[in-house]
């Protein structure tokens, strides 16, 4: 089966999931998947669980942040740059709209009353608010 390999910059408390590329405040690995693999199967080679990530970019563009995670099946392609940021990694909600975005993501703001806007999140497994 044919494999890709894809960038991925891990920020924060998320460079622990990068092992050995663990820098600190900061990872960066070359993943192998095979081809056709997504998000959520970065992820899983990583042992990541989703909910620790915030605000995720694919080659520059949003994809996830906290709350709205829609890029979980998004197919990951050869040469891909993933950045994954914790929760505690700041994005002030201002300089989201006209933000560029990956397909699923372009399609979740667009169904949200709100498009993703907010100053704060709710996670869904406990009562804590984050606020921007």
């Known amino acids: 089966m ?4 894809v960038d991925v910059w891990l920020y924060g408390v998320l460079a622990r999931y990068g092992k050995d590329a663990d820098q600190g405040s900061f990872a960066n690995l ?31 563009d949003l994809s996830a942040m906290p709350g709205l995670q829609p890029d979980l099946g998004h197919v990951l392609h050869e040469g891909d740059r993933v950045a994954l940021f914790d929760l505690k990694s700041m994005w002030p ?16 703001t667009a169904r949200r009353g709100d498009r993703g806007l907010h100053h704060s999140y709710t996670t869904p497994d406990s009562e804590s608010t984050r606020t921007e």
């Open 93 to 108: 909600f201002q300089y989201r709209d006209g933000a560029a975005m990956v397909e699923e993501m372009r399609q979740a």
């Open 30 to 60: 070359k993943a192998r998947l095979p081809a056709g693999s997504t998000v959520a199967d970065l992820l899983a080679q990583l042992g990541m669980p989703t909910a620790e990530r915030g605000v995720t970019f694919i080659n520059g």
């Open 2 to 5: 044919a494999e890709i390999s």
